[in-house]
């Protein structure tokens, strides 16, 4: 069974650009979370979908982050645009519905110069 | 509110060596607990889990991790560490809210010597 894929691996934007990172979840795992991970840091939630509704994006940054997850199976994650602070580790995860596990993908380093 | 504090930021141990990684949560009711680990440039892998029952939960990899109520604490143990255990492991707290909820512990970052 195939894992959480996330593309693309490594990112290097400027400053101001727009970047877009994608995810594709393990096949008929209804909840799919992004989270971003700071050097040093754990995760932290930036959303949660339930099929394709965003359920908790309170920790979303909605002034230059945007989420969605078309017919409930990929996501994208935007941002735009990007600053320095953006600079980061962006992983998705998904799990079936019920279940508290996680499983995450291999993630997306982000690198704002 | 929720939170989950490992309070070691990195740990050394001798490989062959038993190792424990302290972790303590801060919430009212009993909690889902978990253990991750991750590699360089990995996402994360799920070690074990505590929901209910026993306290002393096996996990994948050798490891153990015993959730003991009285100190808030869910500590992850090997009795004998591999050189291959080099990674960073985060402790987690999930709760029910809406849905499920997840927040993770800043990392331990565990190092290995030969």
């Known amino acids: 069974e195939a894992g959480v894929v996330q593309s693309p691996r490594y990112k290097i934007i400027e400053k101001k650009q727009p970047v877009a990172f994608w995810c594709n979840p393990i096949?008929?795992?209804?909840?799919l979370y992004w989270y971003l991970q700071n050097l040093g840091q754990g995760p932290e939630l930036l959303i949660r979908y339930e099929n394709e509704e965003a359920v908790d994006d309170s920790q979303l940054p909605k002034d230059r982050f945007s989420a969605e997850r078309l017919k409930g199976v990929d996501s994208t994650l935007k941002i735009q645009p990007a600053e320095l602070g953006d600079s980061a580790v962006y992983l998705c995860?998904?799990?079936?519905?019920?279940?508290?596990?996680?499983?995450f993908g291999q993630g997306t380093r982000l690198t704002v110069v | 509110a929720q939170s989950v504090t490992q309070p070691d930021i990195h740990i050394t141990v001798s490989e062959g060596a038993s190792l424990e990684l302290r972790c303590n949560y801060s919430y009212g009711a009993t909690p889902y607990l978990f253990w991750y680990v991750q590699s360089p440039g990995q996402g994360l892998q799920l070690l074990l889990k505590?929901?209910?029952?026993?306290?002393l939960v096996q996990g994948i990899k050798g490891f153990e991790a015993e959730f003991k109520r009285s100190q808030s604490s869910f500590n992850l143990r090997k009795p004998s560490v591999h050189w291959s255990d080099a990674a960073e492991y985060f402790c987690?707290?999930?709760?029910?809210?809406?849905?499920?909820?997840?927040?993770f512990g800043a990392g331990t970052r565990l190092f290995v010597k030969a």
């Open positions: 995860a998904s799990s079936p519905r019920g279940n508290t596990e996680a499983f």
């Open positions: 096949s008929g795992h209804n909840t």
């Open positions: 987690a707290v999930g709760f029910p809210t809406g849905g499920f909820k997840t927040i």
């Open positions: 505590y929901f209910s029952g026993d306290t």
